[in-house]
Nanobody, 121 residues
Framework: VQLQASGGGLVQPGGSLRLSCVVS????????VGWFRQAPGKERELVAG???????YYADSVSGRFIISRDNAKNTVYLQMDTLKPEDTGVYYC????????????????WGQGTLVTVSS
């Protein structure tokens, strides 16, 4: 499994970024996919997820500001991030082997290198 995340960078509070993750080595079109982030000194957490059928999940902290989408023809998942806040800072990873168990989105398998998002003035 290979995951290539990109699109991170330095942005001012209130700004926007669009992350992309190209996936290979898994049945992408049917797998739930998630974006996770790891802030400095904190554990990795789920930010947003999308099922093969397009059902989405958002953490409360990003609901209304982030939008997850996928293009199955391109084996790519996106995360549009608007109204960014300093607390959104971290390394963002995608995971394409997510299992949904009792409403929990559990990541498995490979992570890839992630992409760094820094929100600062």
């Amino acid at each position: 499994v290979q995951l290539q995340a990109s699109g991170g960078g330095l942005v001012q509070p209130g700004g926007s970024l669009r992350l992309s993750c190209v996936v290979s080595g898994v049945p992408f079109s049917i797998n739930p996919v998630g974006w996770f982030r790891q802030a400095p000194g904190k554990e990795r957490e789920l930010v947003a997820g999308i099922t093969g059928g397009g059902t989405t999940y958002y953490a409360d902290s990003v609901s209304g500001r982030f939008i997850i989408s996928r293009d199955n023809a391109k084996n790519t998942v996106y995360l549009q991030m608007d109204t960014l806040k300093p607390e959104d800072t971290g390394v963002y990873y995608c995971n394409a082997e997510v299992r949904i168990v009792a409403d929990l989105w559990l990541p498995f398998g490979s992570w890839g290198q992630g992409t760094l998002v820094t929100v600062s003035s």
